[in-house]
């Protein structure tokens, strides 16, 4: 068994976004993390963003290619990519945090266009996005509210560009379908309205409510891998 974590938009390094979750579950349980690399934030392409929401998602089939069985967590833009990845042998079980589990011909940038009070993205040239407006402090307040300073500053050394194919392209398959799944809700999150979330963990088998900001796997690595102990068990 092993875990695949799928990482949200506009950033890169998955596995530090992902690492307080991932040594905590190690040392309970033994099992497995680590990132895909998303090639329309420029992890496999020598840092140029390249592809977009397709190549994401053959990214992520590829490493689930590579085990027998995956817990797959996407957080965020990563539930898109689980969705248009479609089925896998190897999904045992999918959790999303704060994230999407869209119907098909839905695309990333429509499923976030009624939000009140949405997150600013301009054009970064060169086919890219990028957010906009933000410092590491302003940053942190909206994404990292319930982290310190430090950990603020490091998350905001990861925000990069992203294709806006990533944004734009409609979903072709519905990968979450007939896949047992648990979505936690972020109460405290001011990226994703709580009513958004909901929309989507309507979809989910269960859900799970959570007092964080929209990075519990940061903030509360211990809530995040008691859900996944659950799921194991």
């Known amino acids: 068994m092993e875990l695949l974590f799928v990482h949200g938009a506009l950033v890169r390094d998955g596995a530090w976004w992902w690492q307080p979750t991932a040594d905590l579950l190690s040392e309970r349980t033994g ?18 963003p390249a592809g977009g929401l397709v190549a994401d998602a053959a990214a992520l089939r590829a490493a689930l290619d590579e085990v027998d069985e995956a817990i797959v967590v996407g957080h965020s833009y990563g539930g898109t990519v689980i969705a248009e990845a479609g089925s896998h ?8 945090v704060s994230s999407y589990l869209p119907d098909v011909g839905q695309a990333q940038g429509a499923i976030m266009a009624d939000e009140p009070d949405p997150v600013s993205i301009g054009d970064a040239g060169d086919g890219t996005l990028a957010v906009a407006g933000y ?3 302003s940053f942190g307040a909206r994404f990292l509210q319930d982290a310190d300073e430090s950990v603020q500053r490091a998350a905001w050394e990861r925000v990069t560009t992203q294709t806006a194919a990533a944004f734009v ?49 940061i903030t509360r690595p211990d809530i995040v891998a008691d859900v996944v102990e659950s799921v194991l068990s």
């Not at 042998?89 to 999303?96: N, S, T």
């Open 135 to 137: 410092d590491a402090a």
């Open 89 to 96: 042998p190897a999904v045992r079980q999918l959790l999303y």
């Open 169 to 217: 392209t409609p979903t072709s398959a519905a990968g979450w379908q007939g896949v047992d799944s648990t979505y936690l809700v972020c109460t405290d999150d001011r990226s994703t309205t709580v009513a958004l979330q909901r929309s989507h963990a309507a979809r989910a088998t269960r859900a799970v409510d959570v007092p964080t900001g929209h990075h519990p796997f």
């Open 31 to 48: 099992i497995r993390s680590r990132a895909v690399e998303l090639p329309s934030c420029g992890e496999t392409t020598s840092g140029r």
